[in-house]
């Protein structure tokens, strides 16, 4: 799987969009980029994830570039309990007729993001 | 999305004990996962737990220190064995379905000190 490079940490004010960057330039065509986020004390929360597409869900935004080297988690608006340790991920999906296989999800450090009042 | 419950949350054992750690998933996955996590680190992947046979090691694991079982789409067990104070960390069980593009998810975690 692609490795990832992410600032270490992030900060935001309270109410105010929080953009993570991700660095994936060896992504390849069958890999898709996933973000997760791990609060203090919990397992890893499931974000969002896509393959080339723009996607957003009631979470958050994933800006994907056109040549998928690069993301950015996009948050519309920070809250407090948004604190906590974001991870981006490739991972390989691969489908064919008996399904859908699925490559490690392997974490890297991820990016350390506070957002304050 | 699937609601995964991990026994014990937490416990303190002593070195040279073994503990097993149950992973339930309210729904049949078709993949099981268990992860480490050292104090301050990220999360690494110690195993797949595949159903009716052995489960695959990652590079660095072995089955004789942590045995896992999988009698079931829905349950799994690690163990970890002959603990020494190395082996402190959160133990997280996480899943997988098949059905259409869902995202693999993670329970809480087991948080293990070893005196």
């Known amino acids: 799987d692609a490795k990832t490079t992410q600032p270490p940490s992030m900060d935001c004010a309270e109410g105010r969009a929080a953009n993570l960057p991700c660095n994936h330039s060896t992504i390849s065509g069958n890999e898709y980029v996933y973000w997760y986020r791990q609060i203090h004390s919990q397992g890893p929360q499931y974000i969002i994830h896509?393959?080339?597409n723009n996607e957003t869900n009631e979470m958050a935004s994933l800006i994907i570039t056109e040549d998928r080297k690069s993301s950015t988690l996009i948050l519309p608006h920070a809250t407090l309990r948004d604190t906590a340790v974001y991870y981006c991920?490739?991972?390989?999906?691969?489908?064919?007729?008996?399904?859908?296989?699925?490559?490690?999800?392997?974490f890297g450090q991820g990016t350390i993001l506070t957002v304050h009042p | 999305s699937a609601v995964i419950s991990q026994k014990p949350s937490r416990d303190i054992c002593q070195r040279g004990t073994s503990l097993t750690i149950q992973c339930q998933v309210d729904s049949q996955v078709t993949m099981m996962f268990w992860y480490r996590q050292q104090p301050g680190q990220s999360l690494t992947l110690i195993a797949t737990a595949n159903q009716g046979s052995e489960a695959t090691y990652e590079s660095g694991f072995v089955i004789d220190k942590f045995p896992i079982s999988r009698p079931n789409l829905t349950f799994s067990t690690l163990t970890v064995s002959n603990m020494s104070p190395e082996d402190s960390s959160i133990y997280l069980c996480s899943v997988q379905s098949q059905s259409g593009n869902q995202p693999q998810h993670f329970g809480d975690g087991t948080r293990l000190s070893i005196l």
């Open positions: 896509g393959l080339k």
């Open positions: 991920i490739v991972r390989v999906a691969v489908g064919d007729a008996g399904g859908t296989s699925y490559g490690k999800l392997t």
